[in-house]
């Protein structure tokens, strides 16, 4: 869809090359940045208790426990709200890794309901003129070949647009007319050609998620995590004077160096 802003630009909606949240390093990092924004390293706080014995051992174990329970909580509580800020700073970091002029306040994320045949998916606003001049810049065949590997029908999938750039009716027409899904494909095309892109660099463009997620935490979550972080502190100090198992009782790994 072709839009206007006030400053009499025109612009038109581009699916954003973007892998999604599910089982994804985005994914990934949303999950750590909400546990970091909420003090826990509850890993950590598990290779330390091994060495305690049994019963001081179960009562920091509950205590992790209900760490990690606070932590999915609040995942949960917050996940839909924070995919939407993120794409939109990924929305920016892209714009601006490739040198486009995005209309990023615009930008809509789209989630499935079931992840089944789909995934998440990032829609911009970029300046039709600039990405005119970008994929005519781009050779033909680098274009066609994109069209042909992503819209070619087979067993389970039935495409829905040509998969002939040069012959088909859905390409041989004006970038306005053509649908968002289109555009993305022949921008990921063009940006691979010019090694401006590529998957392993796309989870890194929003390098701080933690700044990303840390306005949907509440005052109160933010309290529930450190009630939990300081019994946690508490309990280790209670426990400090207490010597670790040692020899064949220690797990694995946990065997006191020799001097």
Known sequence: MQKKNKKNIEYVDVQLPFSGFYNSPHDLAIDDAIGSNLYYQPLDWYDELKGYPNDDEAILQDIKERAFDHVDTVISDIKDDVKVAYGEVYSERFCDDAGLDCDVEKTEVESPKYYNYTTDRIFTPINIDELTKLL??????????????????????????????????????????????????????????????????????????????????????????????????????????ITPLQGSDAPEGMQPELS
Do not use: C
């Not at 994109?146 to 829905?160: L, M, P």
């Open 136 to 241: 005519v810049s781009t050779p033909d065949e680098v274009l066609a070949a994109a069209v042909r590997d992503t819209y070619t029908s087979y067993d389970g999938f039935i495409s829905g647009f040509d998969n002939d750039y040069y012959n088909g009716d859905d390409w041989n027409r004006p970038l306005k007319d053509m649908q968002a899904v289109q555009l993305g494909t022949l921008l990921k095309a063009a940006l691979k050609h010019y090694n401006n892109w590529s998957i392993e660099g796309e989870w890194y463009l929003v390098d701080e998620p933690h700044l990303v997620v840390e306005e949907f935490i509440t005052k109160e979550e933010y309290e529930h995590a450190n009630d939990i972080a300081t019994e946690y502190e508490e309990a280790l100090k209670r426990l400090d004077g």
